[in-house]
């Protein structure tokens, strides 16, 4: 019985862990220094949500 119940509550802490740690940084961005990046499109502009930094040349979301 408490073998059942203890990889029911590993199970459900991985799940838990999972969703915290896609939720840092949105899709397709980097973390970076306590930083959401992503690269810098050469024409073009950053991507909606981000804006261009130029100390470290990329796109960082706000």
């Known amino acids: 019985m408490y073998l059942k119940c203890t990889w029911l ?3 459900i802490l ?3 862990a999972g969703a915290l740690a896609s ?3 949105p899709a397709g ?13 050469i024409h073009g502009s950053c991507p909606p ?3 261009y930094s130029l ?4 796109c960082v979301h706000s």
């Open 29 to 41: 961005y980097n973390p970076e220094s306590n930083r959401c990046t992503i690269e810098r499109p």
């Open 23 to 25: 939720s840092l940084c």
């Open 55 to 58: 100390n470290i040349n990329k």
């Open 9 to 11: 509550l590993l199970l």
């Open 49 to 51: 949500g981000s804006s």
């Open 14 to 16: 991985s799940f838990m």
